[in-house]
């Protein structure tokens, strides 16, 4: 079962959801990985403190200009829809960060001056945190494109019962590339202006990927109404509601987690988790019956 944690906006506490979502189900016995996808600036290690075994790069291709056989014909710029060749008085000026590896460039080469080559844009750490599978992606400082990396935490994916997925906030290319082929996702949310028009976009993004999806409400008792009421009017399922409690706030500053900070807290992340194994349950029986 994958499990995407999204939010239309940062600093709603989708990490927060992730990381004690986790914690939870792993204390029911099950086997569960930990993806962070917020490649960019990714934290769930601060509060999962796992310990790290291995480490890989992620590499991208790129490339490579062989100046004795370009002749300058501007083929490889023509190509290039992302600005990453630039060919002027018959020299190529490369810019390797904009590439996206589609190989047009080496393709369209009458010359063969192109050839591929392979660049890091970030590396894996692989571990666990007792007995959660720990994987998380660091993009390099600098690099522009994040889903590459991305792609190479979900490819390292292990079997087990439950993968949840801390994917990046916002609705842009690299939060589709987290959610992508989750089994049902989660969006957190709180009950602002703010967080209310960036959830009807993180909604609009979800619905236009055909995925499965209920809402989180966090720091649930400040702000207004006016979230619960959308969510009402539009039959969207609001699976937990947690409250803005100063505890969390305090245990969150000390890198410590609700569920082991604060006992009651416990029972709000294991609701959470049975109604999610329920919802998807269902998906997967009405998913077959379709089949048949």
């Known amino acids: 079962m994958k499990i995407a944690i999204a939010s239309g906006k940062g600093g709603t506490g989708k990490t927060t959801v992730a990381t004690n979502l986790a914690l939870a189900a792993s ?5 569960v990985a930990y993806m962070d996808c917020d490649v960019e600036e990714p934290n769930g290690a601060l509060f999962l403190k796992p310990e790290f075994d291995d480490e890989m790069p992620v590499e991208v291709s790129v490339p ?7 002749v300058g014909c501007g083929k490889c710029g023509e190509i290039c829809q992302f600005n990453a060749i630039a060919v002027m008085l018959k020299k190529v000026f490369l810019f390797p960060e904009l590439c996206h590896g589609c190989a047009g460039c080496w393709l369209v080469c009458p010359t063969g001056a192109i050839a591929e080559a392979r660049r890091a844009t970030g590396r894996l750490e692989m571990g666990s ?4 599978k720990f994987i998380h992606g660091l993009l390099n400082v600098g690099e522009a494109m ?3 990396v991305i792609r190479g935490v979900k490819s390292h994916a292990p079997q ?3 993968l949840i997925i801390d994917s990046p906030p916002g609705t842009s290319c690299p939060v589709i590339e987290s959610v992508r082929g989750a089994d049902y996702v989660i969006l957190v949310t709180e009950p602002t202006p703010f967080g209310l028009n960036d959830l009807k976009l993180a909604i609009d993004m979800i619905k236009a990927l055909k995925l499965t999806f ?6 649930a008792d400040a702000g207004d109404l006016k979230t619960r009421e959308y969510c009402r009017e539009f039959g969207i399922e ?3 509601e947690i409250p803005d409690d100063r505890r969390v706030a305090v245990a969150y500053s000390r890198g410590d987690t609700a569920y082991h900070s604060i006992p009651e807290y416990r029972d709000i992340f294991n609701s959470l988790l049975e109604r999610i194994v329920i919802v998807v349950d269902k998906r997967c029986v009405s998913a077959d019956r379709r089949q048949k």
């Open 214 to 219: 209920g809402v989180v409400i966090n720091r």
């Open 64 to 70: 490579e200009i062989d100046d004795a056989k370009c």
């Open 160 to 162: 087990c019962d439950l």
């Open 238 to 240: 609001i699976l937990a």
């Open 146 to 148: 994040s889903p590459p």
């Open 129 to 132: 945190a007792g007995k959660i």
């Open 27 to 31: 204390d029911e016995g099950m086997d």
